[in-house]
C-alpha cells in the first residue's frame, strides 16, 4: 500500500511569493496534518484536518492556510514567503484524529 | 504552555549495547505517547507508540511509561549500526488534539 505522498520534494522561491504544497494520505485515512520541521528541532504543528474541517491550528501567522479535499487529499498555502518559512514541510495521516499518525517524505522549501 | 524535553545528545552506544533514550513532559493530562526515529535528510518514522502505564515491546524495542513521574523512554536492545538516527518523542493531550514533540535525541551506534 502507498504510503503519504507528498508532492513536490523540493522547492526554491524568493521572497514574497507564494507557494502550495500538497499531499495524499494513505488510503483510508481521513485526518490529514500539517507540520513544519526547522533543521535541528522537532516539528512544529500547523494545521489538522478531519472529514474536511479544520480540527486545530497552531502557532503560525495567517500568512499559512490549508484545505482538505473530498478525496481527503490536502494542500498547505504559504502567502508572503519569508526566508524564516525555509523548512521541511511534513504531511501526516491517520485513521481518525486519536490514531498514530504517519509522516510523508515532506518537501523542501528553500526561500532565496 | 505544553513541552516535551529530550537530551539532545549525541548518544553514543557500542554496536550489541542497550540504547536508552528519554524523554519528559509537562502536561499532567497527556494520553498517548510515540516514538518516532527520522535518518538525517529522512521524514520521521513511526516505531512505537504507548498509552497505558508500564512496558509494551516490539521487537528490539520497549518503550516505557510513567505517568505519574511523567516520562516515557524508549530501550533499543541488541543496537545496530543502522539505529543511528535521531529519535522524536511526540506527546499528545488527548485524541484529537496535534502532535507536540520534542527535539530529538540523536543516536550514534558504533561498530
Known amino acids: 500500500d502507498a504510503g503519504v505522498t507528498q508532492s513536490p520534494t523540493h522547492l526554491i522561491k524568493t521572497r514574497g511569493q507564494h507557494v502550495t504544497l500538497r499531499c495524499s494520505p494513505i488510503?483510508?485515512?481521513?485526518?490529514v496534518s500539517w507540520y513544519q520541521q526547522v533543521l535541528g528541532q522537532g516539528p512544529q504543528f500547523i494545521f489538522q484536518?478531519?472529514?474536511?474541517?479544520?480540527?486545530g491550528r497552531g502557532n503560525f501567522p495567517d500568512r499559512f492556510s490549508a484545505r482538505q479535499f473530498p478525496n481527503y487529499s490536502s494542500e498547505l498555502n504559504v502567502n508572503a514567503l519569508l526566508l524564516g518559512d525555509s523548512a521541511l514541510y511534513l504531511c501526516?495521516?491517520?485513521?481518525?484524529?486519536?490514531?498514530?499518525?504517519?509522516f510523508g517524505d515532506g518537501t523542501r522549501l528553500s526561500i532565496l | 504552555q505544553k513541552e516535551v524535553e529530550q537530551n539532545s545528545g549525541p548518544l553514543s552506544v557500542p554496536e550489541g549495547a542497550i540504547a536508552s533514550l528519554n524523554c519528559t513532559y509537562s502536561?499532567?493530562?497527556?494520553?498517548?505517547f510515540f516514538w518516532y526515529r527520522q535518518y538525517s535528510g529522512k521524514s520521521p518514522e513511526l516505531i512505537m507508540f504507548?498509552?497505558?502505564?508500564g512496558d509494551k515491546e516490539d521487537g528490539r524495542f520497549t518503550a516505557q511509561l510513567n505517568k505519574a513521574s511523567q516520562y516515557v523512554s524508549l530501550l533499543i536492545r541488541d543496537s545496530q549500526p543502522s539505529d543511528s538516527a535521531t529519535y522524536l518523542c511526540?506527546?499528545?493531550?488527548?485524541?484529537?488534539?496535534?502532535?507536540?514533540f520534542g527535539k530529538g535525541t540523536r543516536l550514534s551506534v558504533i561498530a
Open positions: 488510503s483510508g485515512h481521513k485526518s
Open positions: 504507548i498509552y497505558s502505564n
Open positions: 484536518y478531519y472529514e474536511k474541517e479544520e480540527r
Open positions: 501526516a495521516s491517520s485513521l481518525g484524529t486519536p490514531q498514530p499518525q504517519h
Open positions: 511526540a506527546v499528545k493531550l488527548e485524541g484529537g488534539t496535534p502532535l507536540v
Open positions: 502536561d499532567r493530562g497527556s494520553q498517548s
